[in-house]
């Protein structure tokens, strides 16, 4: 059957799967032995590398920062094995939840691809009304996201719609500050139901305090802006 959303390719960087799994989250941190999170970053950093020309390109394409497509790709890649998730917990979903419940909106919260977007998301992002998709469509949708190409694409365009919502009359998604690539990071991982202030005062929050919990998807982020611009090749000054 000829898949919709896009000609599947299953060539590219290598998948994160449940060996790489257990040497990053079972075993000691020894950076020699590149075991623990030594291992778990050198996989983040060597996915930047090898999609860096990808992720300028997107960034690009949807106007957005090249930092914040970036940071999400080195925040998301390296969590739970790529595939499981496409193959067993979609499925678990479907048969399970849709059927119960009546409706696909469990089974189109399940997150795909290394960027890890929701397929409702993606759905959304590709002009789609998630609620139509079958358990085909969600599946061929889902095997698109396995691809580097298709899922910082997908992403990178989602991410313009998240800075969007909260900035609905910025004249350019390119250029933002420090405060909205925080925010637009924290949409990503977050969602867009908590309003802006809550979020912004997560931010503001004293160092230990709870609420800070929150925000500090972003605040990594901006925090590893001088190694992540390096890995891409560019410049940065303080």
């Keep these: 059957m000829k898949n919709p959303y896009c000609v599947v390719d299953e060539l590219g960087f290598p998948r994160f799967d449940a060996t790489d799994y257990a040497r990053a989250k079972w075993l000691p941190d020894n950076p ?3 075991t623990g999170e030594s291992y778990l970053w050198a996989y983040k950093a060597a996915y930047l590398h090898y999609n860096k020309e990808r992720i300028k390109k997107y960034a690009h394409e949807a106007n957005i920062p090249v930092l914040l497509l970036a940071g999400v790709a080195v925040a998301e890649a390296g969590g739970t094995p790529d595939r499981f998730k496409a193959y067993g917990v979609l499925q678990i979903r479907q048969m399970l939840n849709d059927t119960w419940n009546g409706n696909n909106k469990k089974s189109n919260a399940t997150s795909v691809g290394v960027l ?4 409702r998301a993606a759905a959304e ?4 009304d998630p609620s139509t998709l079958t358990n085909t469509q969600q599946l061929q949708l889902a095997n698109c996201l396995l691809m580097d190409e ?7 365009f989602h991410l313009r719609d998240l800075i969007l919502h909260d900035n609905p ?27 802006k202030k809550s979020i ?17 998807y ?21």
Excluded: C, H, W
Excluded at 116 to 119: G, S
Excluded at 125 to 128: Q, V
């Design 32 to 34: 020699y032995l590149v």
């Design 125 to 128: 992002t590709l002009g789609i």
């Design 169 to 195: 009359n910025i004249t350019d998604t390119g250029k933002l500050n420090d405060e909205q690539i925080l925010l637009a990071a924290v949409r990503y991982n977050r969602g867009i139901e908590r309003d």
């Design 150 to 156: 298709f899922n910082i694409r997908v992403v990178a």
């Design 200 to 216: 912004l005062d997560s931010l503001k929050a004293p160092i230990g305090a709870p609420e800070r919990e929150y925000s500090s």
């Design 218 to 238: 972003g605040r990594r982020l901006l925090e590893k802006k001088k190694s992540t611009y390096m890995i891409l090749g560019i410049n940065y000054e303080e």
């Design 116 to 119: 890890a977007i929701q397929l």
